[in-house]
C-alpha cells in the first residue's frame, strides 16, 4: 500500500467458557473505505482451534460484494443495517475452519464471509486485530508483513507481579482471498495494562 490508512483496531477477547459466537458478517458492511479494498490483519494472542472459537471462512465469498451496510440512524442514537445480506451467508457447509498458531498473521479481504463459533474451551482466545485501507486506490499493493510487539505492563506492582514485555513473532500467514502482495513491513506497538 503506498497510502494505508487505520481506521480501526480492536482487542478481542473470547474468554475461556464465556466467549461467545460471532455472526456471519463481511468487513466492508462496517468499514465503509469510498470503493478502495479493505484489508484485516488478525493475530491470534492465543492458539486459535475449533474448540477456543476460531475463525471460519467461505472461500472465493469475496468475489461477491458486499450489499448490507452499518449506518448511523436518522436521529443519530444508533446504527441500523440496510441492503440485504449476501446469499452465501448461511450455507454452513461452504465454510472452512482456519485454526491458527498465536503469533500468526490472518489476512482477511473485506468481502470474505467469516465468523466465529462460542469459546466452549478451558482456554482463551485472545486476538488484536486492525484494518486497513488505500487512501487512493492502487491496484496489486497490499501489506503482508508485520512485527507486533506485546507489551504487558501491571498496575500495581507487586513481587509477584512485574512489568514484562511479550514479542509474538509472525510465524504463518493466511491469505484468506486472492490478494496481489508485495512485502512491506509495519511496526507495531500494543501496550496492555492489567490490574
Known sequence: MKKPTLPQSMYIFKSAG????????????FLHTGGTRLLG????LDDAIKDNGCLWFIPGSHKEPATLFMNRNEEKT????????????????KYVIAEVKRGSLVLIDGDVVHKS?????????????????????????????INLLIKVHSLNCTDRSEQFPVQIPVHNIIV???LLCTTRRLELTLDIFVG
Open 18 to 29: 464465556l466467549g461467545g459466537t460471532v455472526t456471519p458478517h463481511k468487513d466492508n458492511s
Open 117 to 145: 463459533y462460542p469459546n466452549t474451551s478451558d482456554r482463551s482466545r485472545n486476538a488484536f486485530t486492525f484494518h486497513l485501507y488505500e487512501a487512493m486506490v492502487v491496484i496489486g499493493e497490499l501489506l503482508i508483513g
Open 78 to 93: 444508533g446504527c441500523v443495517f440496510e441492503g440485504e445480506k449476501n446469499s452465501n451467508f448461511e450455507e454452513d457447509d
Open 176 to 178: 484468506s482471498s486472492a
Open 41 to 44: 490483519l488478525w493475530i491470534p
